[in-house]
């Protein structure tokens, strides 16, 4: 079963290779972080977030035109993948650009990596814009590639991080 959930997750990141949606992904990994935490120790606003990931979650949605069926609850927080996130955010907001792709070249799973995180890194959602966290939210499940991370059955760890107008989210396993 988990291998085929795990095929499930590389054929959406693979669809949305192309899109401003797209995510890290990687077949190593698989069962979370030793780091992870309750998500009720997550600070404030990634909280406030997975409030709404998991609102969105609980439900089955059409994403675009890809049916998406309602997905487990995020559970926890990684603070590496806040740390990475938080990294990616900031490195936009430094240099004024917008993409998965870092200023040094690091795509989400090596910026995961880079701090340390052993689990599957699922998906990574940008958003380039100042909104509320219901703007941003509804934009992403606007979007087929954002909404398909949004619902990515993998995802069980969540981190947030935003910097000047830009938003990163990164959910692992």
């Not at 935490?37 to 035109?65: E, I, K, M």
């Not at 499940?141 to 969540?158: D, F």
Request: proline content about 4%.
């Amino acid at each position: 079963m988990l291998v085929m959930n795990k095929m499930k997750a590389a054929l959406v990141l693979a669809m949305m290779t192309g899109l401003s949606a797209c995510g890290g992904g990687s077949d190593e990994g698989g069962g979370g972080d030793p780091a992870d935490v309750p998500l009720s120790a997550a600070p404030a606003l990634v909280q406030q977030y997975a409030g709404l990931f998991n609102s969105a979650r609980a439900q089955a949605r059409t994403c675009g035109s890809v049916s998406a069926p309602a997905v487990p609850a995020l559970e926890k927080w990684n603070p590496k993948m806040q740390q990475a996130a938080q990294k990616h955010a900031d490195d936009m907001a430094r240099n004024n650009f917008f993409s998965h792709t870092g200023s040094d070249g690091s795509d989400a799973d090596s910026r995961n990596k880079s701090f340390g995180y052993q689990g599957l890194t699922v998906v990574e959602n940008a958003a380039g814009g100042r909104g509320s966290p219901q703007a941003i939210m509804n934009a992403w499940m606007q979007s087929q590639g954002h909404c398909l991370g949004i619902m990515a059955e993998l995802a069980r760890s969540v981190a947030l991080a935003q910097s000047g107008k830009y938003t990163v989210m990164v959910f692992g396993d």
